[in-house]
């Protein structure tokens, strides 16, 4: 089972998560989300967990549960929803007018 955790402090990492959820049964991976240009944690990460009993008493235990002074949120995670490339930002940008090299004359607003 693929478990989602939010609401993590900044200095939780892989191994530290792995360790949260050891307690409960076998981890297969553990992974705090890191952005991807400073390399810092986003505050949220996933565990998977082969055995859907232990992982359910996981969630159930740890879910609520404060982590370095933080109330952590622990659900099982929903699949990622596919992401199309005209997403809801406008359809493509069609609409997107270029003022390079226009002489308007417009009498300076800016």
Same mark, same amino acid.
């Given at each position: 089972?693929?478990i989602?955790? #939010?609401?993590?402090s &900044? /200095?939780?990492?892989d191994?530290?998560?792995k @360790? &949260?959820f !050891?307690?409960?049964g076998e981890? #297969?991976s553990a992974?705090?989300?890191t952005? %991807?240009f400073?390399?810092? #944690?986003?505050? &949220?990460?996933f565990? !998977?967990?082969p055995n859907?009993?232990e @992982?359910?008493?996981?969630?159930t235990?740890l879910?609520?549960g404060?982590?370095e002074?933080r +109330?952590? =949120?622990? =659900? !099982?995670a %929903? +699949?990622?929803?596919? *992401? #199309? /490339?005209?997403?809801?930002?406008?359809g493509?940008?069609g609409? *997107? *007018?270029s &003022? @390079?090299?226009s002489? *308007?004359?417009?009498?300076g607003r800016?």
């Amino acid at each position: 089972m693929n478990i989602y955790v #939010s609401n993590l402090s &900044f /200095n939780v990492v892989d191994e530290d998560l792995k @360790a &949260f959820f !050891e307690e409960y049964g076998e981890v #297969s991976s553990a992974r705090v989300i890191t952005d %991807k240009f400073t390399g810092r #944690s986003r505050g &949220f990460g996933f565990v !998977e967990m082969p055995n859907d009993e232990e @992982a359910q008493k996981a969630i159930t235990e740890l879910d609520k549960g404060v982590v370095e002074g933080r +109330p952590i =949120t622990v =659900t !099982e995670a %929903k +699949p990622r929803e596919e *992401r #199309s /490339n005209s997403g809801g930002n406008g359809g493509g940008g069609g609409n *997107r *007018r270029s &003022f @390079a090299g226009s002489n *308007r004359g417009g009498g300076g607003r800016y």
